[in-house]
């Protein structure tokens, strides 16, 4: 197990792979063996495969936030949001303290068009956890998108602030760099 999940931070999606079935075959019950490959499966983009693993992991651990996120992230990727917002919703009920299931919550409901609810989501995320770049990121991108239809010089400037307090986090992110210099003029 161990070994997998060394490859699989290497990110020898093939090493880690090999060594986490041998890992289920030593023991098939284990939850942190499956969570291993749905991670593996999700890192390779087979989110069917990865829902697949999430999905086994919750059916030997129960309802666990940790797994619980991982299979809504598994959702998204294959544009389940409404299986997604439902996990997300469940685990925010077993942990109101969850800043990534509100971060995923977020992405949700920006797919679903609920932008004000998006908004909310990406807010919480950044309460709990201010130095979460890419919820800061995505919180501007939320009020950027909100400020294309009305113009809204405060909105717009809520966007921009949350976009320089996630390059300020993490620098790298020359998108991000690219979108600031188009929506600053």
């Known amino acids: 197990m161990n070994a997998g999940k060394s490859y699989y931070e290497l990110e020898d999606y093939d090493s880690a792979f090999e ?13 942190e063996t ?29 309802n666990k936030p940790q797994i619980m ?7 998204l990727g294959t544009k389940r949001y409404d299986a997604a917002k439902e996990l997300l919703t469940s685990a925010l009920e077993l942990d109101p303290e969850n800043a ?9 409901h920006l797919k ?19 130095s979460d770049w890419v919820a800061h990121k995505n919180l501007g991108v939320v009020y950027i998108v909100k400020t294309l239809n009305n ?3 405060a909105m717009r400037a809520k966007g921009i602030e949350h976009w320089n307090i996630s390059l ?18």
Do not use: C, M, W
């Open 69 to 75: 996120v991982a299979l809504a992230r598994a959702y």
């Open 151 to 153: 113009e809204d010089a």
């Open 168 to 185: 300020d986090i993490n620098p790298n992110q020359p998108k991000l760099r690219r979108l600031l210099e188009k929506y600053s003029k």
């Open 112 to 130: 679903l068009r609920n932008i004000d609810t998006a908004i909310a989501s990406y807010s919480k995320a950044v309460e709990i956890d201010a």
């Open 19 to 31: 060594y986490g079935q041998i890992a289920g075959q030593i023991d098939p019950n284990s939850s």
């Open 34 to 62: 499956e969570l291993l490959l749905g991670d593996i499966f999700e890192a390779r983009k087979d989110h069917d495969q990865a829902v697949a693993a999430y999905r086994r992991a919750l059916e030997i651990e129960g």
């Open 100 to 108: 990534i299931a509100y971060r995923y919550l977020g992405f949700v």
